[in-house]
């Protein structure tokens, strides 16, 4: 079974650094992008970048590049979402989903994590 | 960068009601183009791929049609698991959502 398992909520103050994991299992890890996709509070998601683990290969969207860091450790099966240097409004809700095969040759993101909440205030 | 346009923001429908949303895409993005569903507190759920295909163990009453730019999502008898937000997501080139459209109960 495809699992994307995300590290648990987080509460931190402006300035401070941060990491969140998203592990998956019951697949090619190495073989899938992993998307980031970040979900403000009461608003809508919005596509933050992915990276594929085989080759640690990463597109970021242009209004996330240089604000956050994406990485994978491709023996542990794990995706990485990092900041140097957090805001309040870096609070939101963050999903990882892999980019899988649908129908036969088709790929899109079918499985995501369950989210990590990130609160960021002083 | 493309930009999605998604209307309307929010509709109010009864069970049984026949429920249409559109996605529009700034450029023409052939038929790269899916549709997620997403409920409160959950991540959000594939519905539609390839803006016409459905994806597996979803109910026939989710549809999608378009090709170029502009995408429909009909729901053909909103069943009360239906409401929920949903969103288009562009895939031709890297990935942008629509801002979504809260189906609620009339």
């Known amino acids: 079974e495809v699992q994307l398992v995300q590290s648990g909520a987080e509460v931190k103050k402006p300035g401070e650094s941060l990491k969140i994991s998203c592990k998956g299992s019951?697949?090619?890890?190495?073989?899938?992008?992993i998307a980031w996709v970040r979900q403000m509070p009461g608003k809508g998601l919005e596509w933050m970048g992915v990276?594929?683990?085989?080759?640690?290969?990463?597109k970021y969207s242009p209004s996330f590049q240089g604000q956050v860091t994406i990485s994978a450790d491709e023996s542990i099966n794990t995706a990485y979402l990092q900041w140097s240097s957090l805001k309040a409004s870096d609070t939101a809700m963050y999903y990882c989903?892999?980019?899988?095969?649908?129908?036969?040759?088709?790929?899109?993101?079918?499985?995501w994590g369950q989210g990590t909440l990130v609160t960021v205030s002083s | 960068a493309i930009h999605m346009t998604q209307s309307p923001s929010s509709l109010s429908a009864s069970v049984g009601d026949r429920v249409t949303i559109t996605c529009r895409a700034s450029?023409?993005?052939?038929?790269?183009l899916g549709w997620y569903q997403q409920k409160p507190g959950k991540a959000p759920k594939l519905l539609i791929y390839?803006?016409?295909s459905l994806q597996s163990g979803v109910p026939s009453r989710f549809s999608g049609s378009g090709s170029g730019t502009d995408f429909t999502l009909t729901i053909s008898s909103l069943q009360p698991e239906d409401f929920a937000t949903y969103y288009c997501?562009?895939?031709?080139?890297?990935?942008?959502f629509g801002q979504g459209t809260k189906v609620e109960i009339k």
């Open positions: 989903a892999r980019r899988g095969v649908v129908g036969t040759i088709l790929e899109y993101f079918d499985y």
């Open positions: 019951g697949y090619s890890f190495t073989t899938h992008w």
């Open positions: 990276i594929y683990p085989g080759d640690s290969n990463v």
């Open positions: 450029q023409g993005i052939r038929n790269d």
């Open positions: 390839g803006a016409s």
């Open positions: 997501l562009q895939d031709y080139n890297l990935w942008t």
